[in-house]
């Protein structure tokens, strides 16, 4: 036990060095130094090409607050951001592809080198399809003996190495519903239901320091619950997946700038963002800008990894 002790003292000492090119991100904590704010983690898709996968935190008073997703690479874009897992209270899933959830494990081990003590909140929806359900999900990745990282247990397992539990639950919703899933220190967070091809996905309003963040999650803008959950947010994020044009079964997945733009316009909301930008839509911003404002009128933005956005 000693000899673990030290090792993971060294370890803990060499975190703490600056890593080569660290000074080229954005600097420890230049999000949401005052008020509240949102940051893109991840602005890409399931492609390795150059971004993260989708991910979104949102800072309160200089704090993380709240996360969003956490797909692959997010976890490292969440240390570059400044960001503590401590100082987290809410951790929301939109839908359990990897692009959205892989990191999770990834962020829990990251906590050997903070210590975390209150239990973590974790929602996500409920099975379906291939799917389980997320808290069978959690259950899979880090029960003691029979998880696939089942060593991470002592991290969730209070007075072992890290001291705090994640507390997830599965929200089931009706056809239509939408409903206020979290309540506490501050934060409300309701959900909804969207329509991602047969896989179990939600749609998520996080309300805030006075102002209204949606966020759309994978879905094809077609159920009418979305614009619902929306209205008169400060910030809509959307997921510009498939570019204007695209005909099929993508369209089952994920909606097309026009949908966006009309979704957008008939929630009323005050700015766009457009996150999970895959290689389909990048380089296509222009003819995504026009499509979007046949209907919605306001400010627009294409997401990068790690860019800020004051709602001051």
């Known amino acids: 036990m ?47 090409a150059g971004r993260a996968s989708t991910s979104y935190l949102i800072w309160r008073d200089g704090k993380a607050a709240v996360i969003v997703d956490l797909g692959g690479g997010a976890a490292l874009r969440f240390r570059e951001a400044g960001a503590k897992l401590a100082d987290v209270d809410l951790f929301l899933l939109s839908h359990l592809h990897v692009d959205h ?8 081990k990251s906590d050997l080198f903070e210590r975390r003590r209150q239990a973590l909140p974790l929602f996500g929806p409920v099975a379906g399809g291939t799917f389980p359900a997320t808290t069978a999900w ?27 539990s994640l507390k997830a639950a599965d929200v089931a919703l009706a056809r239509g519903e939408i409903k206020e899933i979290f309540s506490a220190v501050g934060i409300k967070a309701a959900a909804t239901t969207v329509m991602h ?7 998520w309003r996080v309300e805030i320091g006075g102002k209204r963040i949606v966020f759309s999650g994978d879905g094809d803008g077609r ?24 005909h099929g079964g993508e369209l089952d ?31 296509k911003e222009e003819e995504t800008r026009t499509a979007i404002a046949r209907e919605y009128k306001g400010p627009l933005s294409f997401a990068d990894d790690l860019t800020c956005y004051s709602l001051k």
């Open 2 to 48: 000693k000899r673990w002790l030290v090792r993971g003292a060294v370890v803990a000492a060499i975190a703490l060095l600056p890593l080569p090119g660290a000074a080229q991100k954005a600097a420890p904590a230049s999000c949401g130094a005052s008020g509240i704010a949102l940051q893109v983690l991840g602005s890409g898709g399931p492609e390795l």
């Open 101 to 108: 959830s892989a990191d999770l494990p990834v962020l829990i």
């Open 138 to 164: 959690v259950k899979l990745l880090t029960e003691e003996k029979a998880g696939a990282f089942a060593y991470l247990s002592d991290y969730l397992t209070p007075g072992i190495l890290s001291g705090y």
């Open 197 to 203: 091809s047969d896989i179990p996905a939600l749609a």
């Open 223 to 246: 159920n009418g619950n979305l614009e619902r959950l929306a209205e008169n947010a400060d910030v809509l994020i959307a997921h510009l997946a498939v570019p204007e044009g695209t």
């Open 253 to 283: 997945y994920h909606m097309p700038p026009s949908s966006i733009g009309r979704i957008a316009a008939v929630a009323k909301i005050r700015q766009l963002i457009l996150g999970h930008r895959m290689t389909r839509t990048i380089a």
